[in-house]
Every structure is written in structure tokens, then in C-alpha cells.
């Protein structure tokens, strides 16, 4: 059983690093719009057959409930890492054979992106796509879903490859320029914005008058 794996947290709480640009609501939006074009892409792939968020956010549980996707309960006080590992062993659990785990705010994914991605699988134990500075792990599959520990941060990504050959497995590293490019930082915003047309990430910034505030800077 092919799954993928979103973890959500708060989204209340995320992306506070734009806050010089962006308000808390303004944030908000953002993380719920780039959550929704991730999920999109993800019910259009060929390469999946189950789709699981793990989460304890209302909103993000809704937008999964909606779309006919699996919710794995994530817990209280626990940190990206240890969410990451509870929704790994749920799936493991419900038959996961395989399971790519991509986060909720690469908006530019698509379908043709989680099917290479899924594709790669079947040649490698382990595949990894970096960010696109190399320093974080923007989606990452594994076969079977626990056979490599996942540690993630903003040094996740060179950790993960060294940890893929002390354990002697078969991994890839594949390099993806719409996966690679996630937001945190204003910065990763003005990268986005030019790419993103036709995403609902885009409309959300454009109706928040975005261009505008970077012509302002």
C-alpha cells in the first residue's frame, strides 16, 4: 500500500518567521491555502492510494475529512520530529508498504513531482529531495516506512543521507525545483510568487495585496 504522510501543525501558529510581512491571520490563510494546493496535488497522483495527515489542527483535520484522507491524531507537545513518528508507525500500521512523507506548504508540487518521487521507490529503499539551498528535507520516501529514522529540522537533509548510508541502504537523491522551494521566509515568498500562478497560494497573496508590500521594503 502506497501512502502518503502530510504532518500539519498549529496553523495558527505557522510561519511566524513572515511576520514582518504578514499578519497572524494573514499567515494563517497562507498556511491553509498552501495546505490545500499540497492536498490537491496529492489526490491527483497516480502514484498513491492513501493519503493520511498527521495533525491535531480543526482546520487541517477538516480539510482532510473533506477530501476523503485519513487523520492520525498527533498528540499534545509534540514537536515535528516525534509527529512525524507517530503518523510513520499509524500508517506502518494500517499497510503501508511505502510511504512518502511531504509537507503542507510546498505549494508549487505536482502530480507528475509525487509520482517521480513514488516511481523512484521502486529502485531505491530511501529517497530523499532536498530544499533548495540543501539544508532541509522537503519530501523524503521510504520503503518500508520505518527503515529509516527521520530527524527533521533545518539541517535535516545532509543528516538524513549520512544516516541512509551508515545503514547501508539503497537511497536517491532526487533533486526537484517546485518541491524544493518551501516557505518560511520572506524571501522563499518573492522566490514563490513569481511560479505560483494558478495556485490558491498565489490568489491568497495577491488578495492580501503581497506585491505591494514587497514594492514597499
Known sequence: ??????????????????????SPDERQALAVAMLDDVLSTLEQSSGLERIAL????AHATSLAVGRGFEVVDEGLGQGLTDAVETGVRACRDRGASSLAVIPGDIPLVTPAD???VMDHGARYEVVIVPSWDSRGTNAV???????LPLR??????FPHVKAAKQAGLSYKVLRLPRVALDVDTPEDLVRL?????????????EDMGFLAKIERR
Not at 152 to 157: A, D, R
Open 1 to 22: 500500500m502506497r501512502y502518503a504522510l502530510v504532518p500539519v501543525k498549529e496553523l495558527s501558529q505557522a510561519k511566524e518567521r513572515l511576520a514582518p510581512l504578514l
Open 141 to 147: 520516501l521510504l520503503e518500508p516506512p520505518d527503515v
Open 152 to 157: 527533521f529540522s533545518s539541517w535535516s537533509f
Open 54 to 57: 498527521v495533525t491535531r489542527d
Open 114 to 116: 509525487i509520482d517521480s
Open 193 to 205: 510568487m513569481p511560479q505560483a500562478m494558478g495556485t490558491r497560494s498565489y490568489s491568497v497573496l
